[in-house]
């Protein structure tokens, strides 16, 4: 083989991936970025040859869209820091467990992932519902009913839900890196419990928490079956507001610059924690 | 290794609760004798598990994402395997680009891709074909494949292949008699995983199915905007029926411990 045809080879063996993502990934992100700018005529829809920035400037001006974006981001803030709170003792919790307890339990915990979200979703609806089985216990204990289904509340408890193994997931995997031998060094030398735990085990996880919290913060950002199943039919959130502009509103292009500032938005968000987590971790860890 | 406290057995007691509570309340409610959805007390029924195989919309969307996932599996595994040889075999200009071109649609929202694909379907006038619509699945699911495959490729002897070339056998005889059969774990285990994602993807495909392309993810959305009813249930219960035959198959074939954490036990 000569020395051309060699460095042509992974080409022709990524030929058939690289036109897959050409025609349905970058061709298109291409024309929904054109669209954005498009002019749009209630009457005759996007036309082609005019352009403008008003989708844009309609976004963080008109309080109704910003409001929406507003809460999607706090919403998503707020379960990032409940799946930190949740999602790191509990994968401690099962790193120090016995097998077979240990497999199966962490299978309990990530297995839902593979479970449509829709499933989720029509779950936590019949829980969280007026007659529904956590208005139930509650009312044993002499409270309620209270009003959770399409409100925040249901919101936040089923992303959660769905978000909780992409928490454990990167937490578990730096536990396994850690060397038990050092937490029981510092546990023989004196220190507390609680002492190893914050001065030597968190500092070593802390990229796991890291990026499964920004993963959390991304994934909740986009998410669209939960607020629109558990979110009724007033309460938005970007992904479901995009969906009203194509579908119900017919407004592409004001519909693609939301989902343009969402995209963009996510790729930060997920692209700084290599900035973040390898930048100061790696020298500080070796 | 110091044990779990009582305090924090029954934390994690609590967490699997709250994991498991909606998936069980789904299958339970799906055996209710009643109209409304009530956990069944007394007895329990297949009525409802009746009524979804006598609804012809419910069983169209299923055999859709059924032929969908098949299809878009087969199409990814089949643009995933050479891609991952040539990321794990040559060091050339753009392999980074193309790695991170290839996994890209983990970190894009599926809604921008809906959108985007929205608007490429309606210019090429693919609305509602189901080819497009594989495609479609196949671009979402090929970084799943190419993860597994480029896994496989990594912890790989290469001296039976260096035998075979040296002994005479072409570049085509050593791939299918060697490097395939050594990695066909990673790649049946990515077909599955690919799959799975598929028949349980929503968010881009509400963008671009059509009314006879619908698939049963989007059926079920839609369905549980307008009614909640004990139908829905039992449709949730046969789909986390179907999930978890494919993840026990999936755990023989490849381990899933190994799928969802990287190989860490």
């Known amino acids: 083989m000569t020395g051309s045809a060699r460095k ?8 058939p991936a690289l036109l897959l993502f050409t025609a349905l990934l970058l061709v298109p992100l291409l024309l929904t970025a054109v669209l954005s700018f498009n002019v749009y005529d209630a009457a005759t829809g996007p036309r082609a040859g005019e352009f403008t920035l008003d989708h844009y400037v309609h976004l963080f001006t008109d309080s109704y869209y910003y409001g929406i974006f507003w809460r999607t981001f706090w919403i998503s803030a707020l379960v990032a820091v409940i ?15 016995r097998n077979p307890w240990r497999s199966l339990l962490l299978l309990v915990v990530l297995a839902p992932l593979m479970v449509s979200v829709v499933v989720r979703a029509f779950g936590w609806s ?8 956590v208005n139930g216990l509650l009312g044993i204990v002499g409270i309620g009913p209270i009003k959770m289904l399409y409100t925040e509340t249901a919101i936040v408890i089923a992303l959660v839900h769905v978000m909780l193994p992409f928490m454990v997931i ?10 038990a031998g050092v937490e029981n060094a510092a546990l023989s030398l004196g220190a507390s419990p609680f002492t190893t735990l914050r001065r030597v085990v968190l500092p070593q996880v802390m990229p796991g928490i890291l990026s499964g919290s920004l993963i959390v913060f991304g994934l909740s950002a986009s998410s669209f079956a939960i607020p629109g199943l558990l979110g009724g039919r007033r309460l938005k959130m970007v992904a479901t507001i995009v969906y009203d502009e194509y579908l119900h509103e017919l407004n592409w292009p004001l519909g693609a610059a939301i989902a343009l500032v969402l995209l963009v938005a996510n790729l930060v968000v997920m692209l700084s924690y290599n900035r973040l987590v390898e930048g100061r971790y790696k020298k500080a860890l070796g | 290794m110091s044990r779990n406290g009582p305090f924090a057995l029954a934390f994690n007691a609590l967490v699997i609760a709250f994991m498991l509570a909606p998936l069980v309340v789904v299958c339970v409610v799906a055996f209710t004798p009643e109209n409304t959805l009530t956990l069944p007390t007394t007895e329990f029924s297949l009525r409802w598990f009746e009524a979804v195989f006598a609804h012809p919309d419910f069983m169209q969307s299923f055999w859709n994402s059924l032929r969908l996932g098949l299809a878009s599996a087969t199409l990814a595994t089949l643009v995933a395997v050479p891609a991952g040889l040539a990321i794990t075999r040559y060091e050339f200009p753009g392999r980074d680009f193309l790695n991170g071109l290839f996994l890209s649609p983990l970190i894009i929202p599926h809604l921008v891709l809906g959108v985007a694909l929205l608007r490429l379907f309606a210019l090429v ?8 619509l594989i495609f479609a699945h196949a671009l979402i699911v090929t970084p799943y494949t190419l993860r597994l495959v480029v896994a496989a490729l990594v912890g790989f002897d290469r001296s039976a292949e260096q035998a075979a070339l040296s002994l005479g056998a072409s570049q085509a005889t050593v791939f ?8 066909l774990p990673g790649v049946t285990g990515g077909w599955l995983l690919a799959f799975i994602n598929s028949f349980d993807e929503v968010t881009m495909s509400i ?23 004990p139908l829905m249930a039992a449709v949730s219960a046969l789909m986390v029926a179907v999930t978890a035959v494919a993840m026990i198959v999936l755990d023989r ?9 990287g190989g860490h036990r």
Not at chain 1, 126 to 133: N, T
């Open chain 1, 126 to 133: 019949m829980l969280l519902g007026p007659e529904g089985l």
């Open chain 2, 125 to 132: 006038g693919g609305t509602g074909s189901f080819g497009f």
């Open chain 2, 176 to 183: 299918k008699r060697i490097t395939l059969p050594m990695i």
């Open chain 1, 83 to 97: 799946c930190v709170l949740v999602g790191t003792p509990e994968a401690y919790v099962l790193s120090r467990m």
């Open chain 2, 253 to 261: 074939l490849y381990g899933l411990d190994r799928v969802l954490v």
């Open chain 1, 8 to 15: 042509a080879t992974p080409w022709w063996l990524s030929t």
């Open chain 1, 170 to 179: 990167p937490v578990w995997t730096s536990l396994q890196k850690l060397d």
């Open chain 2, 207 to 229: 963008f671009v199915t059509s009314p006879s392309t619908v698939t049963l993810p989007v059926r079920m959305y839609m369905y549980a905007t307008e009614s909640i009813d």
